[in-house]
């Protein structure tokens, strides 16, 4: 895949972010679109009376001893990564960042995701995550030499909502 690249803070990211344009990515698309139903359908529990598409997708490629700055994805609904080339240790981190709510410390029996204030969920090749796009997430400094991932965003059309609880909306 010839695409033209630009810096990203510690890594590369394409400048084209719409590859699933491209015919030779068709059925990429094809497969991450499927598991954004699956995720829609399964995790959230949504009818088909709403629609998720792929808005944008691109690649990010990370050199040894790169990195990839904590963000989250505004204007879209969930996020994915495909890993493409990984090695020991890839993933991402989710970190919570807080929202005005009070936080409390107690001791603990044990941590887990709920108490945590991060998660890391690692990653190998052909792995593809997809997560809440609010979600803030950040990759630790890269020991592999050229990882290369596979992101996108999502956004929702169809209705939403109901109108018995006054929130319909349609998009």
Same mark, same amino acid.
């Given at each position: 895949?010839? =695409? *033209? !690249?630009?810096?990203?803070?510690?890594?590369?990211?394409?400048?084209? *972010?719409?590859?699933?344009? +491209?015919?030779?990515?068709?059925?990429? !698309?094809?497969?991450? /679109?499927? !598991?954004? +139903?699956?995720?829609?359908? &399964?995790?959230?529990? /949504?009818?088909?009376?709403?629609?998720?598409?792929?808005?944008? !997708?691109?690649? =990010?490629? =990370?050199?040894?001893?790169?990195?990839?700055?904590?963000?989250?994805?505004?204007?879209?609904?969930?996020?994915?990564?495909?890993?493409?080339? *990984?090695?020991?240790?890839?993933?991402?981190?989710?970190?919570?960042?807080?929202?005005?709510?009070?936080?409390?410390?107690?001791?603990? %029996?044990?941590?887990?995701?709920?108490?945590?204030?991060?998660? +890391?969920?690692?990653?190998?090749?052909?792995?593809? %995550?997809?997560?809440?796009?609010?979600?803030?997430? =950040?990759?630790?400094?890269?020991?592999?030499?050229?990882?290369?991932?596979?992101?996108?965003?999502?956004?929702?059309?169809?209705?939403?909502?109901?109108?018995?609880? &006054?929130?319909?909306?349609?998009?």
């Amino acid at each position: 895949l010839s =695409t *033209t !690249a630009r810096r990203n803070g510690g890594n590369s990211v394409t400048s084209d *972010t719409y590859i699933f344009r +491209r015919e030779e990515l068709a059925d990429i !698309a094809e497969f991450c /679109a499927e !598991a954004v +139903r699956s995720v829609m359908r &399964y995790a959230y529990g /949504a009818t088909e009376d709403v629609s998720v598409h792929i808005t944008q !997708a691109w690649l =990010t490629h =990370t050199d040894m001893g790169g990195f990839h700055h904590m963000h989250h994805h505004p204007n879209s609904l969930l996020s994915g990564v495909l890993y493409i080339k *990984t090695s020991d240790g890839d993933g991402i981190n989710f970190v919570k960042v807080a929202t005005g709510d009070a936080s409390f410390r107690y001791k603990l %029996l044990e941590q887990t995701v709920f108490n945590s204030d991060s998660e +890391r969920a690692e990653a190998t090749e052909g792995t593809l %995550l997809i997560f809440p796009s609010s979600l803030w997430h =950040t990759v630790y400094k890269s020991n592999t030499d050229g990882r290369i991932s596979l992101s996108f965003n999502t956004f929702m059309t169809g209705a939403l909502g109901n109108p018995e609880y &006054y929130h319909e909306l349609f998009i």
